[in-house]
């Protein structure tokens, strides 16, 4: 058990939750950096809802939103709020705060997640590992508050499930996940229109980074460990930005034989971000734990500090540590 909470920070049921958040009239919502759909999908929704209940609520985002989601901010405009209940959706670790959410470090009243790696850091939280994504979470909680799921809240809360699962292909997708899903195609999600814009559709930019990243792949344990890498030349060369990176991560598993795969990206601080995707039979949040990082078991995230040879070795030695062929 990864949960480091004391008796002043603990774990909390749904009611507890709900109590919690009706309770506040001002609420702050906090999104982790690096952007992605269960994030903004989950924390919008939350403001939609608070809103709906006669709550002042916002989204703390970071400046740059990838292009694929700015579409999701469409229906939403920040309120101006002076005491706020501070609300962490879908964050670990407070490591994972953007530089906006870096005065807040430490004063998180409660935190919505499904990451098992959760650290325990806010004041409460509401954890439920077995979800595949925090919007599955939250579409139970919004119907604890009594929140009417209206198509903005819908679409926000498909596209975090389905980002989260790969688009239902994850091994971390359930039957709930599926209910939970066609509940919300039911409600007016467009599914359709959603997975068509996150699968299916890539900008150009996106697709020479890929061809690079594509081309850096190298193999290691006969085959069955995969290493892409993405240098900061690459990324000034495609004129990529953060969000053409996502969906890269799973590629190398996709090839016949490899069970770790792992991206690299070179930071433009040094050293360099590694995401890790997995099959069945090894554990990609106890390799990126290892190295100060966490996620699931199929899929996980860290920083290795130094040159691209030195974070490839000492991946590889921590993946060779935690094989289980």
């Excluded at 470090?105 to 790696?117: K, S």
């Excluded at 020479?208 to 995969?226: H, N």
């Excluded at 590694?274 to 069945?280: Q, Y």
Aim: glycine share 10%; with cysteine; charged share 25%.
């Amino acid at each position: 058990n990864n949960w480091k909470g004391t008796k002043r920070k603990m774990q909390i049921t749904f009611d507890e939750a709900a109590a919690i958040l009706n309770s506040q009239q001002e609420l702050l919502i906090l999104t982790h950096r690096n952007l992605d759909g269960d994030t903004l999908g989950s924390a919008l929704a939350l403001c939609y809802g608070l809103r709906q209940r006669g709550k002042r609520a916002s989204v703390l985002i970071e400046e740059t939103v990838p292009p694929k989601y700015q579409w999701l901010l469409e229906a939403y405009r920040p309120q101006p709020l002076e005491k706020p209940l501070l609300v962490a959706v879908d964050i670990a670790d407070e490591q994972l705060f953007h530089a906006a959410e870096e005065p807040y470090r430490g004063q998180i009243q409660l935190c919505i997640d499904h990451h098992e790696t959760n650290t325990g850091y806010a004041e409460q939280t509401l954890l439920v590992p077995a979800a595949a994504a925090t919007a599955e979470i939250m579409f139970d909680l919004l119907q604890q508050l009594g929140v009417r799921i209206t198509v903005d809240i819908a679409n926000a809360l498909f596209t975090g499930i389905a980002t989260d699962t790969g688009g239902f292909r994850f091994s971390n997708v359930t039957a709930t996940t599926h209910q939970t899903a066609a509940a919300l195609l039911r409600l007016g999600a467009e599914g359709y229109t959603i997975n068509r814009i996150m699968f299916e559709t890539k900008s150009r930019e996106q697709f020479e980074l890929e061809k690079m990243a594509m081309d850096s792949m190298t193999f290691y344990e006969e085959g069955a460990v995969a290493f892409m890498y993405i240098t900061k030349e690459m990324m000034e060369r495609s004129k990529a930005n953060q969000g053409d990176i996502e969906g890269l991560s799973g590629r190398s598993r996709q090839i016949e034989g490899v069970k770790v795969g792992a991206l690299l990206k070179e930071k433009s601080s040094g050293g360099y971000k590694v995401s890790v995707r997995t099959g069945l039979s090894t554990d990609a949040s106890a390799i990126c734990a290892k190295l100060g990082g966490g996620g699931h078991k199929r899929a996980g995230g860290c920083d290795i500090p130094g040159t691209c040879e030195e974070a490839t070795h000492r991946l590889l030695e921590v993946i060779r540590s935690e094989w289980n062929g």
